[in-house]
C-alpha cells in the first residue's frame, strides 16, 4: 500500500490550546478527512500573526474513525471532541509531540499533487494566506520528504528520535 502525505490547517487558537495541554499528538479532526487511510500522515500547520506558516506536528495514520468511536478510543467525552465527521487517532506506536516549527524557508517549496495555480502555497516575502490552506491538499513527494527531514531535525534538537 502506499502511503500519502497530507497537510491540514488548524486555527491558531485551537494550536494554542492543543500546544497548552502538551503530550502527543494522538488525534486530530476534520471533515475533510474522508479520504485519508491507514498508513498516511497528516502535517498539521497553522498560520501566526502575520502570515507565518508553522509546523505543529503530524500524525501517522493507524484509523479513522467517527465522532462517537474516536471518543471511546481516546477515553473522553464525545463532546470534548472537535466536531467533525472525521477523526484520526495515530498509532500510538509512532506518535508525535506537537511543536512549533517555522517553514518560511520551506513554504514556497511546497508543492500540492494536481496542476495548476493551486499547486503551491505561493508565499509573498516569506508569508502564507491562511485561507490558501483551509482545504486539506496531498503533498507531493519531494514535499512531504521536506517536511520529515524540517521535523525530524526539530525533534532531534527537542531530545526525541526521529519518525
Known sequence: M?????LSYWLPETAEGERAQGGDLLHCASSQYSRLRRGDTVWIVTV????????????PVARVVNQAQAARIL????DELWDAHYHVIADPQRAQPL??????????DLQ???SGKSDRLNPVQG???????????????ESA????????????LLGFGAL
Open 127 to 141: 508569508r502564507v494566506k491562511a485561507e490558501s490552506l483551509k482545504k486539506m491538499r496531498q503533498l507531493t513527494a
Open 48 to 59: 501566526r500573526p502575520g502570515g507565518l506558516l508553522r509546523l505543529l506536528g503530524c500524525v
Open 2 to 6: 502506499t502511503t500519502r502525505d497530507f
Open 145 to 156: 520528504a521536506a517536511l520529515r527531514r524540517v521535523w525530524e531535525a526539530k525533534l532531534l
Open 99 to 108: 511543536a512549533d516549527v517555522p517553514l518560511g524557508r520551506i513554504a514556497g
Open 75 to 78: 477515553k473522553c467525552d464525545p
Open 112 to 114: 500540492f499533487m494536481g
